[in-house]
């Protein structure tokens, strides 16, 4: 069974879509961080006081201010409903990996409301056809496989555990 994070009552964290975020670069080229953001540590972070964040931990953003990144440490006991985040470390953009909430995956797909709920329900179908019904196991897996589907017509390939262009 898979190990999962939850950040807040309504998104979880697979492995599956830490992985599948790692490798959506152009996803990735597109952040802006904000605050609120959560991200994966690419690299040991030290924070003061408290210890290290280890590379793959998910943390958030608490502040940005020019291209400084204050992160802090996420306690996984206390989210519910909401985490409490302390800030212990100044970073930059390029010691992350974004993970996108199925809110900043659905900004990314351009058009009304009404287009891409049609687009990701005819989407959805036949991908659920062609693959099983179980090709995603969360809304975030749905949505970032939905973005990089519409953008750039690229699928998740759990063997090779990367995006590979579905008709190249």
Excluded at 32 to 45: L, N, Q, S
Excluded at 73 to 79: A, D, F, G, K, N
Excluded at 93 to 101: A, G, R
Excluded at 110 to 138: C, D, N
Aim: with cysteine; aromatic share 12%.
């Amino acid at each position: 069974m898979e190990r999962r994070i939850y950040i807040s009552r309504d998104e979880e964290i697979t492995e599956r879509y830490k992985k599948m975020a790692r490798k959506a670069e152009e996803v990735q080229r597109l952040w802006r961080p904000e605050p609120g953001d959560r991200v994966i540590c690419k690299r040991d972070i030290y924070l003061r006081d408290v210890g290290e964040l280890k590379e793959g931990e998910v943390t958030m953003i608490l502040d940005v201010e020019d291209s400084v990144l204050y992160v802090g440490e996420v306690s996984r006991v206390t989210c519910y409903p909401e985490c409490i985040v302390v800030p212990l470390a100044e970073c930059e953009k390029e010691d992350f990996i974004w993970l996108p909430t199925q809110e900043q995956l659905q900004r990314l797909v351009l058009g009304p409301w009404q287009a891409k709920l049609h687009r990701i329900h005819a989407w959805f179908m036949t991908e659920a056809y062609e693959r099983g019904e179980h090709f995603v196991s969360s809304m975030t897996e749905l949505w970032l496989a939905f973005v990089m589907w519409d953008n750039l017509h690229k699928v998740w390939d759990d063997e090779r555990e990367e995006w590979v262009d579905k008709y190249g």
